[in-house]
């Protein structure tokens, strides 16, 4: 399932507001800045910092 472009357009990052890109492959949205990866599931972003991995969680 493909997320809607417009939404992707306007999803930023809950912690520090910054630019998100989506891994629809992988099911993720990654933030640029901090590096937090937010789970899709079903085709709907999880855009919460508590259901977020780490970066370093992700290895």
């Known amino acids: 399932m493909s997320l ?3 939404l992707i357009r ?3 990052c809950p912690r520090d507001r910054g ?3 989506v891994f629809e ?3 993720v949205i990654v933030c640029r800045r901090c ?8 085709g709907i972003p999880v855009m919460l ?3 977020a991995l780490e970066p370093k969680e992700d290895a």
């Open 4 to 6: 809607d472009p417009d």
């Open 10 to 12: 306007i999803l930023v």
């Open 19 to 21: 630019d998100v890109d």
């Open 25 to 27: 492959a992988e099911q």
């Open 35 to 42: 590096g937090l990866r937010y789970p899709i599931r079903d």
């Open 49 to 51: 910092i508590d259901e």
